[in-house]
T-cell receptor, first 113, second 114 residues
Framework: DGGITQSPKYLFRKEGQNVTLSCEQN?????MYWYRQDPGQGLRLIYY???????QKGDIAEGYSVSREKKESFPLTVTSAQKNPTAFYLC????????????FGQGTRLTVV | AQKVTQAQTEISVVEKEDVTLDCVYE???????LFWYKQPPSGELVFLIR??????QNEISGRYSWNFQKSTSSFNFTITASQVVDSAVYFC???????????FGAGTRLAVHP
């Protein structure tokens, strides 16, 4: 089945540690996105990539980093510089430039302990 | 600046009631796209509808219908004869033409009780 796979579903991190969230898609989409969701708030864009080896900052990129070495993969690293990393993280993909719908993964819930 | 407002934080209804979820947007663009997504308890967002700014026709899909009014910058979503399975968080979103970046509203949590 085509879709987006995020792993792990739940992640616990100690303060001061970096952690990487995985996102893989087999939809053959060029564009991929990372969103953050906090309780009672909508999704906010962290980073996005329209093509392999290229990515841009979204609205809340500070404390995060990404890479896009393969079309299928867009991992997100939450660094120790992110002051409030506890949140639900959603990865998405789409066909770029056509304003088509984005397809979302099931998310990773990150908790800092 | 672009903005999406979903003023209803939570709505609670009894099964078979009709319910309307409100969405008001702001944009300076003349060409833009509006979306509705459903987020069930499992967490992923499920696409429901996309509408471009030049198409003001209302749309009906089964028990779902959407009312797009450019004059009031609104894109409201109605569920007719609600069911327990409709319980979820619903998001309205906006994107500019040529960009797939979505600006989301805060979401409306809908609880349908038997």
């Amino acid at each position: 089945d085509g879709g987006i796979t995020q792993s792990p579903k739940y992640l616990f991190r100690k303060e001061g540690q970096n952690v990487t969230l995985s996102c893989e898609q087999n939809l053959n989409h060029d564009a991929m996105y990372w969103y953050r969701q906090d309780p009672g708030q909508g999704l906010r864009l962290i980073y996005y990539s329209q093509i392999v080896n290229d990515f841009q900052k979204g609205d809340i990129a500070e404390g995060y980093s990404v890479s896009r070495e393969k079309k299928e993969s867009f991992p997100l690293t939450v660094t120790s510089a992110q002051k409030n990393p506890t949140a639900f993280y959603l990865c998405a993909s789409s066909i770029p430039g056509l304003n088509t719908e984005a397809f979302f993964g099931q998310g990773t819930r990150l908790t800092v302990v | 600046a672009q903005k999406v407002t979903q003023a209803q934080t939570e709505i609670s209804v009894v099964e078979k009631e009709d319910v309307t979820l409100d969405c008001v947007y702001e944009t300076r663009d003349t060409t833009y796209y509006l979306f509705w997504y459903k987020q069930p308890p499992s967490g992923e967002l499920v696409f429901l509808i996309r509408r471009n700014s030049f198409d003001e026709q209302n749309e009906i899909s089964g028990r779902y219908s959407w009312n797009f009014q450019k004059s009031t910058s609104s894109f409201n979503f109605t569920i007719t004869a609600s069911q327990v399975v409709d319980s979820a968080v619903y998001f309205c979103a906006l994107s500019e033409t040529g960009y797939n970046k979505l600006i989301f509203g805060a979401g409306t949590r809908l609880a349908v009780h038997p």
